[in-house]
């Protein structure tokens, strides 16, 4: 038997099949956007097939890809949530402002934060040291995992959808007209 690649080369006419998962980001109109539709996609299909630590890893990685498509191409180098979220508080941007909504938000991604500071757990078995992965946190409630997780998404892509298109940047405390 001979290994036959997934994978198809950008040079070459075999990519397009009519099931194929187009992984370069440069057939997308906007590739941010694009990425994190696959991440909350991902998230809720590990949800829905009730593989919890991968949902527990989506689910955090879209909050990570969020804030930093948030801060646009000037985001801090980290996967820490908290310092994304308080640099993001510095900027005065309206995530991190009073709205009912944004709160919901932002306590999700503390939450996520709180049980996985380094970005590591839900990846490996184990975090860098050699505790079990996730071994502070018990389980998730579905329902609840899925409307957060919506809810993320809905946040962030209005936003950048709300960029894209020309409007202006009311999304810094102070700057709505």
């Known amino acids: ?18 099931d194929a998962l187009c992984l370069s980001r440069t057939h997308y109109a906007d590739a941010v956007q694009g990425t994190i539709s696959e991440f909350h996609q ?4 590990a949800v829905e097939r009730r593989a919890p630590q991968p949902a527990f890893f989506l689910a955090r990685q879209l909050a990570e890809l969020g804030l930093k498509a948030l801060h ?19 900027r005065g941007d ?11 938000i932002v306590a999700f991604i503390r939450d996520l934060d709180f049980y996985d500071a380094s970005g590591d757990q839900g990846r490996y078995p184990t975090t ?17 995992l ?18 894209h298109a020309g409007a202006p940047d009311t999304s810094l405390l102070g700057t709505a007209t």
């Open 1 to 18: 038997m001979n290994y036959r690649s997934p994978f198809g080369s950008i040079e070459s006419d075999d990519h397009n099949g009519p």
């Open 42 to 45: 991902a998230a809720l299909a």
């Open 72 to 90: 646009g191409s000037t985001f801090p180098i980290t996967h820490s949530l908290t310092v994304l979220l308080d640099s993001l508080g510095r």
């Open 94 to 104: 309206l995530l991190v402002a009073d709205g009912a909504e944004e709160h919901m």
């Open 128 to 144: 860098r040291n050699g505790t079990p992965s996730l071994a502070t946190v018990c389980c998730a409630d579905p329902a609840l």
């Open 146 to 163: 899925r409307e957060h997780v919506d809810r993320l998404h809905a946040y962030v892509q209005s936003r950048l959808t709300a960029r």
